[in-house]
């Protein structure tokens, strides 16, 4: 369930905006990431969540500038109960199963900002914002195990326990909280040499807040509070208009320098959810966008990644960043025509290629997915006034084979790839009324 209300009121040279929001989820879900005739992993959630979250924003013109000041506050409490049955591999391995965990959670947050676009001269601006926030975060929560074989349990653990089978015993527990604040800013340039041209540059910063992690845990440590992360954006770029009207070229550097960055790593038995030391990201991206004929659009897109880890573990530092492709390219090809009076034909094709990457810091090769490219096609019949659209469509369709993701443990043994869709293939009809 979901609400939302805005508000706005205007009066001289200025204008009030309130923005309301309430949002209440309860689901009830399984998986069996295995996908085999064990139970290996099967896994069922109760989770319940809720937020409130409520913006005031006041903006104004004046002869040479812009502004707009306001506060934001928001509050989530999130519950969840998990029970993962494993009766074929910690069951076997460990005498322990099911192994079930519980999350209670509230984050309350508040933020004040201000932004200011002074126009400089007629084909320069400025942008400057400042912004605070402070978060707050309570969390309760911990992971037990129901022994089904004492014998194996004891020899998961080293030690002659002796704990009767069926009795449920706590792994890891806490009732902790953290309270952050920080403070970020903007500024921007922007140079627009003629109508057709704009060009940029910016100095950003911001954070991703720190937390707790809500998974299933074997040692308090992995229940340790993160830090927040915090960054440093630089970005040159340009956007053209080329051809008389006809085709726009958007390019762009960029360079983010990241301190305590958020990621998994490896705890004492499973992973959890921590901070390496630094990391930095260098790219650039180019986009051109054409339409050459009445009806042909065309979209070409690529951008280059180099990604690097610095960190006071050796296992981390020279790594490269998890889910960070070294190249990937886009395409997409969109020619429509008219067929009699009121209707039209349109044949799309597109295309995106993936580079190899890393699925978690370490860089483990066991958990890296290779580079794919995938190819999607559509034909439609419509009506040219955008009433209704029947379309065949194919999606993946050279059937290519790739990991979405991909993760595991040396410690077990056992690895998972998520695969993307197969080649699938339908047909849908849109009205609008």
């Known amino acids: 369930n979901a609400v939302n209300f805005k508000l706005e009121y205007e009066f001289e040279k200025m204008e009030l905006t309130s923005i309301t929001g309430y949002v209440k989820t309860e689901r009830d879900f399984g998986e069996n990431i295995w996908s085999t005739p064990l139970e290996a992993f099967a896994v069922v959630h109760a989770e319940d969540m809720e937020q409130f979250s409520q913006e005031l924003r006041l903006s ?15 509050n989530d409490t999130f519950e969840s109960v998990n029970e993962a049955n494993s009766a074929d591999i910690l069951g076997l391995l460990a005498g322990v199963t099911p192994v079930a965990w519980q999350n209670d959670q509230e984050t309350e947050a508040w933020a004040a900002f201000a932004s200011i676009d002074w126009d400089l001269t007629e084909t320069l ?19 037990q195990g129901t022994i089904v074989d004492s014998a194996a349990f004891d020899g998961f653990v080293g030690a002659e326990l002796g704990i009767p089978e069926g009795s449920v015993i706590p792994f890891t527990e806490t009732d902790d909280e953290i309270d952050e604040d920080n403070t970020s800013y903007r500024v921007a340039l922007e140079w627009r040499p003629s109508d057709e041209w704009l060009t940029y540059g910016s100095v950003t910063t911001g954070f ?56 998994f790593v490896q705890g004492s038995v499973g992973f959890k959810l921590g901070n390496l030391d630094k990391a930095a990201i260098a790219g650039a991206e180019i986009e051109l966008l054409a339409s050459p004929l009445d009806g042909l659009d065309l979209r070409l897109g690529a951008s280059y990644l180099d990604t690097e880890v610095e960190d006071s573990n050796p296992a981390f530092d020279g ?40 699925r978690e810091s370490a860089n483990n090769p066991r958990l890296a997915t290779e580079g794919y490219t995938v190819l999607n096609l559509r034909g439609s019949l419509l009506a040219q006034e955008g009433t209704w659209e029947v379309a065949a469509w194919v999606k993946n369709a050279a059937d290519e084979e790739y990991g979405q993701e991909r993760f595991g443990s040396d410690i077990i043994g056992q690895y998972v790839e998520l695969q993307g869709n197969p080649r699938t293939y339908g047909v849908t009809l849109n009205y609008n009324f």
């Open 60 to 74: 104004g013109d004046a002869d040479k500038f812009r502004w707009i000041v306001g506060g934001y506050y928001w």
């Open 319 to 358: 790594n490269e960043l998890p889910n960070s492709p070294k190249y990937q390219a886009t395409g997409t090809v969109r020619y429509e025509f008219p067929v009699g009076e009121t209707m039209a034909i349109a044949l799309q094709a597109d295309a995106k290629y993936t580079d190899d990457m890393y």
């Open 125 to 143: 601006m400025l942008t400057t914002g400042l912004r605070y926030s402070t978060e707050k975060t309570e969390f309760k929560g911990g992971t």
């Open 208 to 263: 991703k807040s720190g937390g707790f992690f809500g998974d299933f845990t074997f040692d308090n440590e992995e229940l340790e509070p993160f830090d927040s992360e915090t960054v440093t954006a630089y970005e040159m770029g340009a956007k053209g208009t080329l051809a008389d009207g006809k085709a726009q070229l958007n390019g762009a550097i960029f360079y983010y320098d990241y301190q305590d960055i958020q990621t």
